[in-house]
């Protein structure tokens, strides 16, 4: 199953392409802190999700589309949940998110 997260930066209004970008930035950030607090490298996390090296680079990158089962799979690896909210864009734990 492929999940394409790039619906979440429509061209209509780039103040919302912005905000959203940072939104999957901030997922981004999310998957990476929680990796590097497990003491995992991205090698480590692939192995244990059973998916690819590429595909968590491709994560912690922020790219806006992803199979939603190797996600399913990292996060679940990391501990983390994807949940679904009624509204607009996508919602990160702002507590997940790494501080420079």
Known sequence: MHIDLSWLLPLADSRLR????ASLERLASAARSRRQALGLLQ???A???QCSTRFVHTLEAGKPTLRLDKLMAVLKVLGLRLRLELGQGLVVDEQLVERP
Do not use: R
């Open 47 to 49: 192995e244990l999700a």
């Open 18 to 21: 912005m905000h959203d970008q």
């Open 43 to 45: 090698g480590e996390l």
